[in-house]
């Protein structure tokens, strides 16, 4: 050992530090491991050298991930975003790239579904376990990137990519999908034709009366953020591929309605949207969000100020906001039609 390395308190160089731990975790000594990927990065944090101790972390999150240690991977992860606020790193593509790196290190593995005897049910029980703390581990480094992005130069509601990913992995992984939670990320992504994909496969495994609530939510969710250039694209996304898959959108009272409420915000028509939610009352009736969401629409585009929300609808924003604070993304103007279709389709509505 060198005298320079012999000082008390010397740091030694990072790509040192992270070899040896590589070897720990490799030799399977996870919890050893675990404890000086924390105790090191937090030294190198203390003097200042952001770089270093967020290689570390990065190094110690994807490695103990990759074997299969997903709760101490997890904790890394979590360190390497405060690392990031501690060190004032700004939101580039560099960094989410890094981050993008270590969410692709959390595990994709399918719960079981052919269950034959008391073992299987055994291997289910574990399976979905095992999904939780998957799906809390990689939620909870996803939610401190989203608020790390919204703070150091992403859009105010967070890096779009980042909510995709929070909804990608939250739909894929859950044991039970909360498709309000996955919508609300989606709708503070970037990506409707994921979006879309989502839907269909959702459409094909749920259980009746479930497709036709997914969709309207997701739309409403967009239009609740003002945000009608994205509810159309994920309506003509929709479309697209039902059609490519010889399927349909769902025959109800409730997509009929959210096809004419579209049309009634590119026409910016406040009459016809109190005509369609007096008619259709009894479909939006059916989840008690949608009535609050309509409320926010007529906000958006309309100017109409609201007197209060219910108690449960405000309950439910707080969920879809999660720990986060996220206020809505930018009001996107809606389309003017001619006003000379307006007649027929209020027509059309009322028949």
């Known amino acids: 050992m060198s005298r320079s390395r012999g000082r008390r308190g010397e740091l030694p160089p990072s790509q040192e530090t992270i070899e040896k731990l590589e070897n720990m975790v490799d030799a399977c000594n996870f919890y050893e491991a675990q404890q000086m990927y924390k105790s090191l990065s937090a030294r190198y944090a203390a003097s ?36 990031l606020v501690k060190g004032k790193y700004s ?53 401190a990137a989203i608020k790390w992005s919204s703070v150091f130069g992403a859009p ?30 989606f709708v503070r992504g970037n990506d409707p034709e994921k979006f879309a994909s989502v839907l269909v496969n959702f459409m094909g ?23 009608l250039r994205d509810a159309n694209n994920l309506m003509d996304e929709l479309n697209k591929q039902l059609e490519h898959e010889q399927l349909e959108l769902p025959d109800s009272d ?9 049309q009634a915000l590119e026409r910016d028509s406040f009459p016809l949207f109190k005509i369609l939610r007096q008619k259709y009352k009894t479909s939006i009736d059916r989840e008690s969000l949608f009535d609050g969401l309509l409320d926010e629409i007529a906000e958006k585009f309309y100017g109409i100020r609201r007197s209060g929300l219910p108690d449960i609808f405000g309950d439910l924003l707080k969920m879809i906001a999660e720990d986060n604070q996220m206020s809505c993304s930018e009001r996107i103007s809606p389309l003017v039609a001619c006003d000379k279709d307006e007649p027929k389709l209020l027509s059309s509505v009322a028949k």
């Open 254 to 262: 409730l997509i009929q309605f959210i096809k004419y409420l579209l």
């Open 48 to 83: 200042e050298k952001y770089a270093e101790a967020l290689d570390i972390l990065q190094s110690g999150a994807l490695i103990q991930l990759k074997h299969g240690q997903v709760t101490c991977g997890a904790e890394l992860a979590v360190l390497f975003v405060e690392t």
């Open 205 to 227: 495994k749920c259980y009746p009366g479930e497709d036709d609530m997914a969709i309207a939510r997701a739309v409403m969710l967009y239009l609740s953020q003002g945000n």
């Open 156 to 185: 105010k509601n967070g890096s779009p990519q980042l909510h995709n990913m929070l909804a990608e992995y939250v739909y894929s992984e859950s044991p039970e999908v909360d498709m309000t939670k996955v919508s609300s990320h």
């Open 91 to 143: 939101y580039n593509e560099e960094t989410l790239d890094r981050v993008r790196k270590m969410y692709k290190g959390f595990p994709n593995i399918p719960i079981p579904e052919h269950l034959e005897d008391d073992d299987d049910m055994q291997k289910l029980s574990e399976a979905l376990v095992a999904a939780k703390v998957r799906v809390e581990g990689c939620l909870s480094f996803l939610r």
